[in-house]
């Protein structure tokens, strides 16, 4: 699982959220250092956030459609910014309102990676 977030404290408590329900997770601050880690991991998702400094989570997106190699992670916005700017439904999977509970996350993130309940 890769999360992409800003807030540091945020971050912190998704992570332990997803790694105390069995994820593997690494983590990015925006989306141009999420880009880079793409280019060596391949997780089965990404939790992504959409207002954030340096790359935000529309030119993430974009980015993102353009490599074929990446294009088919499924993604789950968390964003209290609704994704209404442009965004075509097929790239990305869920949306998440923040501020979230981490159950509704997790059971989110279960039903994109396909795991059972």
Known sequence: MLVVEDDPDLR??????LT???YA????????V???MLDVVHPD?????LIMPIMDGW????????????SGIPVVIASAAPPERE???????????KPYDMRTLID???RVCGRAR
Do not use: Q
């Open 20 to 22: 105390t329900h069995g």
């Open 45 to 49: 998702a990404i939790l992504l956030d």
């Open 59 to 70: 030119a993430f997106l974009a980015a993102r459609a353009e490599r074929p190699d990446i």
């Open 108 to 110: 989110t993130v279960d």
């Open 87 to 97: 965004l075509a439904p097929s790239t990305w999977n869920e949306f998440l309102a």
């Open 12 to 17: 912190e408590a998704v992570v332990s959220a």
């Open 25 to 32: 997770v690494v983590e990015a601050a925006d989306g141009s």
């Open 34 to 36: 999420a880009l880079r």
